[in-house]
Antibody, heavy 113, light 110 residues
Framework: EVQLVESGGGLVQPGGSLRLSCAASGFTFSTYSMNWVRQAPGKGLEWVSHISSYTNTIYYADSLKGRFTISRDNAKNSLYLQMNSLRAEDTAVYYC??????WGQGTLVTVSS | QAVVTQEPSLTVSPGGTVILTCASS?????????PHWFQQKPGQAPRTLIF???NKHSWTPARFSGSLLGGKAALTLSGAQPEDEAEYYC??????????FGRGTKLTVL
């Protein structure tokens, strides 16, 4: 079964850091580009970042201003999102997506003191 | 940054037909924007219905179809079912991997 499972979310104070993970299974992870998307409570979807299959191309949403870093480990079938200098407005469910066909169930990040 | 506009809400009768649209602030939507459509129900992750304007996944119900219509991307639902009540998002690509989601259309089947 093709599956993506996010983890690493939780409660963090403003200014703190978190690292999200996305574990892939059921397909050849290394051959697909991946995306992170977030959804603030009661709001719409917002694209966060993209990484190509062999990490040669990386893009970020302009709004992130260099605070987030996407990476992947094809040997571990895993995608990551390092989030630094977190703000209240980063509070959201974070989804990983295989290109745009397969989505994980999401992990909630709450930034609050 | 481009803004992608969708109808905030639409209502369709059971068995009826409704068209959701997706417009770009930069001009007409073309196949080059690789329009995608997603369905999201409360408490669930998004599910992709349509990719690259009009292509369906194996799980996409036949009653959904995608097209370009009057300079916009369009998602047509023919023969609406109660289970189609959901939020629908479109996604447009603007070069490379830069993409923008629309704000979503809340579809009510009533």
């Amino acid at each position: 079964e093709v599956q993506l499972v996010e983890s690493g979310g939780g409660l963090v104070q403003p200014g703190g850091s978190l690292r999200l993970s996305c574990a892939a299974s059921g397909f050849t992870f290394s051959t697909y580009s991946m995306n992170w998307v977030r959804q603030a409570p009661g709001k719409g979807l917002e694209w966060v970042s993209h990484i190509s299959s062999y990490t040669n191309t990386i893009y970020y949403a302009d709004s992130l201003k260099g605070r987030f870093t996407i990476s992947r480990d094809n040997a571990k079938n895993s995608l990551y999102l390092q989030m630094n200098s977190l703000r209240a407005e980063d509070t959201a469910v974070y989804y990983c997506a295989r290109e745009w066909a397969i989505w994980g169930q999401g992990t909630l990040v709450t930034v609050s003191s | 940054q481009a803004v992608v506009t969708q109808e905030p809400s639409l209502t369709v009768s059971p068995g009826g037909t409704v068209i959701l649209t997706c417009a770009s602030s930069t001009g007409a939507v073309t196949s080059g924007h690789s329009p995608h459509w997603f369905q999201q129900k409360p408490g669930q992750a998004p599910r992709t219905l349509i990719f690259d304007t009009s292509n369906k996944h194996s799980w996409t119900p036949a009653r959904f179809s995608g097209s370009l219509l009057g300079g916009k991307a369009a998602l047509t639902l023919s023969g609406a079912q109660p289970e189609d009540e959901a939020e629908y998002y479109c996604l447009l690509s603007y070069g490379g991997a830069y993409v923008v989601f629309g704000r979503g259309t809340k579809l009510t089947v009533l």
